[in-house]
């Protein structure tokens, strides 16, 4: 019974430490802002669609990427790793939130990259030529025939235009931009780095639904009133505590890595070295 009963209590610790991680690194982020701003642009549903398919993505390759990890190297390296990683990120926290000094001017200085970002890749898919696919003609079904266009692109040009013309097609240029902007918000992120911490020394399967449910609710959250959330909540205060809370899960993984490591060393037994002799 107690057997069952801590199992089940190391799952819930997994699942809230996965979920609280997504939350205070994705809330006024980046990836947040892409979907707040697209969502006051275009149907919600499809902003959300496109943005939480590709986290849902991006968080199995993460947690997949982080379960291989121990195969490679022993777990007890991983939890190191782990651990210097969750620190070195909360002390980069707690200088970025130091350094803040309004937090409304941060977010509305990177609204603005954002809007930026999102107004170029409205304007279309860019073509060696210059040339370009207007997201409206895109919506419309039309595209313009490669006759008329002047120079010839290259063979990769061609293969990427062609694949995000048939998902433009197939699934809406909305979806398909909000998923694309969302993907290369997020790789590499502070977020995506530490779920795959967090699958190289937990269950995969816990880390994957802890992260998933954080991302849905960050997303779900963005498109819904997105900007006047990142207008009310304050990202210094966020960025504190998410500093707070990565220094905790690297204290604790420290200390799990220490704790493995004594189990492991061979402690000599007195009553051997007597029985012995």
């Given at each position: 019974m107690s057997t069952s009963s801590d199992g089940s209590g190391d799952s819930t610790a997994i699942l809230l430490r996965s979920f609280a991680t997504?939350?205070?690194?994705?809330?006024?982020?980046?990836?947040?802002?892409?979907?707040?701003?697209?969502?006051?642009?275009?149907?919600?549903?499809?902003?959300?669609?496109?943005?939480?398919?590709?986290?849902?993505?991006?968080?199995?390759?993460?947690?997949?990427?982080?379960?291989i990890l121990p195969s490679l190297i022993p777990k007890t390296w991983t939890q190191l790793a782990a651990g210097v990683l969750f620190l070195a990120f909360g002390c980069k926290m707690i200088?970025?939130?130091?350094?803040?000094?309004?937090?409304?001017?941060?977010?509305?200085?990177?609204?603005?990259?954002?809007?930026?970002?999102?107004?170029?890749?409205?304007?279309?898919?860019?073509?060696?030529?210059?040339?370009?696919?207007?997201?409206?003609?895109?919506?419309?079904?039309?595209?313009?025939?490669?006759?008329?266009?002047?120079?010839?692109?290259?063979?990769k040009s061609n293969l990427t235009e062609g694949m995000r013309n048939f998902c433009n097609l197939l699934l809406g240029p909305v979806f398909v931009q909000a998923f694309i902007l969302t993907f290369l918000g997020e790789w590499g992120d502070r977020s995506q780095i530490a779920t795959i911490a967090l699958g190289a020394t937990h269950s995969v399967y816990l880390v994957t639904l802890g992260t998933v449910i954080g991302h849905s609710?960050?997303?779900?959250?963005?498109?819904?009133?997105?900007?006047?959330?990142?207008?009310?909540?304050?990202?210094?205060?966020?960025?504190?505590?998410?500093?707070?809370l990565f220094l905790i899960f690297g204290v604790i993984y420290l200390y799990e890595s220490l704790a493995a490591s004594a189990d492991e060393l061979p402690i000599p037994v007195a009553s051997d070295s007597i029985a012995g002799s």
């Amino acid at each position: 019974m107690s057997t069952s009963s801590d199992g089940s209590g190391d799952s819930t610790a997994i699942l809230l430490r996965s979920f609280a991680t997504i939350i205070f690194s994705e809330v006024g982020d980046k990836t947040f802002l892409i979907a707040a701003i697209l969502a006051m642009r275009h149907p919600r549903l499809l902003v959300f669609a496109g943005a939480f398919g590709s986290l849902l993505l991006m968080s199995l390759l993460s947690a997949a990427m982080g379960h291989i990890l121990p195969s490679l190297i022993p777990k007890t390296w991983t939890q190191l790793a782990a651990g210097v990683l969750f620190l070195a990120f909360g002390c980069k926290m707690i200088a970025e939130g130091r350094a803040m000094t309004n937090s409304s001017t941060k977010i509305n200085e990177e609204m603005r990259e954002v809007e930026e970002e999102i107004e170029n890749d409205e304007a279309g898919v860019e073509r060696l030529d210059g040339h370009s696919i207007p997201l409206e003609r895109m919506e419309e079904g039309q595209v313009p025939s490669p006759a008329s266009d002047a120079g010839k692109p290259t063979k990769k040009s061609n293969l990427t235009e062609g694949m995000r013309n048939f998902c433009n097609l197939l699934l809406g240029p909305v979806f398909v931009q909000a998923f694309i902007l969302t993907f290369l918000g997020e790789w590499g992120d502070r977020s995506q780095i530490a779920t795959i911490a967090l699958g190289a020394t937990h269950s995969v399967y816990l880390v994957t639904l802890g992260t998933v449910i954080g991302h849905s609710a960050c997303t779900a959250l963005a498109v819904i009133g997105g900007r006047y959330v990142s207008s009310k909540i304050s990202v210094k205060h966020v960025t504190l505590g998410g500093a707070v809370l990565f220094l905790i899960f690297g204290v604790i993984y420290l200390y799990e890595s220490l704790a493995a490591s004594a189990d492991e060393l061979p402690i000599p037994v007195a009553s051997d070295s007597i029985a012995g002799s």
